[in-house]
């Protein structure tokens, strides 16, 4: 199976500030189709995980702009500008190159 | 409008056989994938398994031998079985189909 290593697991932010998650994964993502299935999910308390990024870069309907996803082959980033107190909650990475699809550990973004 | 939802017994005792339900409105099940994802209380995200639009199914190779994913388009809902329940099934499990649209999630616990 992939393994998706997700750091840091837990990262201390001020609000208006910058935050960058970054996610590994053991093999490359590249599709055979040269797609690269690598997305980003928040999930906030007590609520179901909700999509930002999907393919690495391309943000999902409604998500602001703060948002960004970068990154190829192994090595994956997300970063949030100027952070809201809306944006905190555990963030996930999803690869779904590889059968059985596999997500990061999870890194939770809060108030420093 | 684009709906998806979990329904099932809450408790199991161990060694038996969960089943559970995923009603979808707004959309067809012969035209969208639905996929299952469970999460362990206080613990991530882990991919269970798929029921593609055409009706075939690919599975968590953790969990294969216990798992199967079935669906009645007439009715618009997807079913989730896994028998040999232990306690480490326990958590909430989501169905999640369409452009990514979430269920609520219901929580399983397994104890005697």
């Known amino acids: 199976d992939v393994v998706m290593t997700q750091t840091p697991v837990s990262l201390p932010v001020s609000l208006g500030g910058q935050a960058s998650i970054s996610c590994r994964s053991s093999q490359s993502l590249v599709h055979s189709n040269g797609n690269t299935y690598l997305h980003w999910y928040l999930q906030k308390p007590g609520q179901s995980p909700q999509l930002l990024i999907y393919?690495?870069?391309n943000r999902f309907s409604g998500v602001p702009d703060r948002f960004s996803g970068s990154g190829s082959g192994t090595d994956f980033t997300l970063k949030i500008s100027r952070v809201e107190p809306e944006d905190l909650g555990d963030y996930y990475c999803?690869?779904?190159?590889?059968?059985?699809?596999?997500f990061g550990a999870g890194t939770k973004l809060e108030l420093k | 409008q684009v709906q998806l939802k979990e329904s099932g017994p809450g408790l199991v005792q161990p060694s038996q056989t969960l089943s559970l339900t995923c009603t979808v409105s707004g959309f067809s099940l012969t035209s969208y994938n639905v996929h299952w994802v469970r999460q362990p209380p206080g613990k991530g995200l882990e991919w269970m398994g798929v029921i593609w639009s055409g009706g075939n199914t690919d599975y968590n190779s953790a969990l294969k031998p216990r798992l199967s994913i079935s669906r009645d388009t007439s009715k618009s809902q997807v079913f989730l079985t896994m028998n040999s329940l232990q306690t480490e099934d326990t958590g909430i499990y989501y169905c999640?189909?369409?452009?990514?649209?979430w269920g609520q999630g219901v929580m399983v616990t397994v104890s005697s």
């Open positions: 999640k189909g369409y452009f990514d649209y």
């Open positions: 999803l690869q779904s190159t590889h059968f059985p699809y596999t």
């Open positions: 393919r690495v870069s």
